[in-house]
């Protein structure tokens, strides 16, 4: 190499080193990195942090040997234009040859000969002690950054925790809740937390503090449910009753339904009608002896046990309610086709046609006497239709 091409690495190598300056001042006075050397720290982070700050130490002591090899390399090389062949060889084997030792090892016994060395050394350039700098530097700067990042984004959350959990402490106690089983292991958890970020900020897993605050909020939640139900508790039992009062109500229409269906129509095909536990309306009683003595909880599950059960109870009355008039009404079709057909045969001047009358005699009794065949209703209505002539004849009148 000659003299330009060493100066040209010089220079390059007093860059670098004036960057390295700036960074590695930059990383000392990193408010992390304090914290991290004068906390006492324990598990994961302890460990990487005593990684970390060997690293660092070694980092400094590279550095220092770093700084030699340019003060020797720069009194090596003067001020002159030239230099004689002796030196620019120093200068090359100092710039470009393994110059800077960087570690001395003792060599473990298994691996020794009975006359080797009980040391290594290694040499290395000093573009190549910059490439292992490099390296050190971001292996320390990922641990001050993880911690950092740790510390900036969990504690805003565990504030966010602590606001969520002293909300649901307020409503627990409002509603006479002395211990919540939910509550009593998220503020463990949160306590957890927070106990682990001031030591150990590295073991905590990404999104544990959002899982706790999850869990917060859904225990809040339920709270002001129940706060709800202590506050509208009256407007809840009202709304109770009134669907007990109509479900009684449908179930005796179903049962009204259920016998006319019976008296009125020959073997209906209809379910048997709805019958209620007479203690069933008595259960919103214990909802308002368990809100007497503020068993919150017991209360919403009693009323809304009560409640889906009563709805269900209202659905299949009214299908049954349904089922049961559905015959009545099959029969009051029938009797509203004969009467369109009669009329249809009054228009048609055919009233007096005796077949046609013997057909609309026997549907009439048919559907006016109980109790009705509806399967022989319908034939009867069916043929009494089937006796009308589709297109009136010339001498028939219309209307």
């Known amino acids: 190499m000659n003299l330009a091409q060493i100066d040209d690495t010089l220079r390059g190598l007093r860059q670098a080193s004036e960057r390295m300056t700036d960074n590695l001042m930059e990383l000392e006075n990193d408010p992390t990195r304090k914290v991290l050397d004068q906390a006492s720290l324990t598990g994961v982070t302890a460990e990487r942090w005593r990684q970390a700050k060997a690293t660092l130490g070694q980092l400094w002591q590279w550095f220092g040997q770093f700084k030699d090899v340019l003060d020797q390399g720069a009194e090596l090389r003067g001020s002159k234009p030239r230099v004689d062949n002796d030196r620019l060889a120093r200068l090359d084997q100092l710039v470009n040859g393994p110059s800077i030792e960087v570690s001395n090892q003792q060599i473990p016994l298994a691996e020794r000969g009975l006359f080797g060395p009980t040391e290594t050394t290694v040499h290395c350039s000093a573009n190549q002690l910059l490439a292992r700098m490099s390296e050190s530097f971001d292996h320390v700067k990922e641990v001050?950054?993880?911690a950092s990042q740790a510390?900036?984004?969990l504690l805003p959350r565990l504030q966010t925790g602590q606001t969520e959990l002293a909300a649901a402490d307020q409503l627990a106690a409002s509603l006479h809740e002395q211990h919540v089983?939910?509550?009593?292991?998220?503020?463990a958890q949160l306590g957890s937390i927070g106990d682990r970020l001031a030591t150990d900020p590295l073991s905590i897993q990404p999104g544990a503090a959002d899982q706790v605050i999850t869990g917060l909020i859904a225990a809040r939640q339920d709270l002001e449910e129940l706060a709800a139900l202590r506050d509208n508790l009256s407007a809840r039992l009202e709304q109770a009753s009134g669907l007990w009062a109509e479900l009684q109500r449908t179930v005796e229409v179903a049962r009204d339904a259920h016998a006319e269906a019976q008296l009125k129509i020959t073997s209906p095909a209809i379910p048997p009608p709805s019958r209620l536990d007479p203690d069933f309306g008595r259960h919103l009683d214990r909802v308002r002896a368990l809100a007497v003595r503020s068993e919150w909880r017991a209360a919403r599950r009693e009323l809304g046990e009560w409640s889906r059960t009563?709805?269900?109870l209202l659905a299949n009355a009214r299908r049954v309610a349904a089922a049961c008039r559905l015959p009545i009404d099959q029969r009051n079709e029938l009797r509203g086709r004969l009467?369109?057909?009669?009329?249809k045969a009054n228009r048609l001047g055919l009233l007096e046609d005796s077949r046609l009358?013997?057909?609309y005699d026997h549907a009439h009794r048919e559907l006016y006497s109980a109790p009705t065949d509806l399967t022989a209703a319908e034939e009867l209505?069916?043929?009494?239709?089937?006796?009308?002539p589709v297109k009136p004849s010339p001498g028939q009148v219309s209307s």
């Open 310 to 312: 009563a709805t269900s």
């Open 339 to 343: 009467d369109a057909y009669r009329a």
């Open 181 to 187: 089983p939910e509550l009593d292991a998220l503020r």
């Open 151 to 153: 510390w900036n984004s």
């Open 144 to 146: 001050v950054v993880a």
């Open 381 to 388: 209505v069916r043929r009494y239709q089937q006796g009308l």
């Open 357 to 359: 009358c013997e057909l």
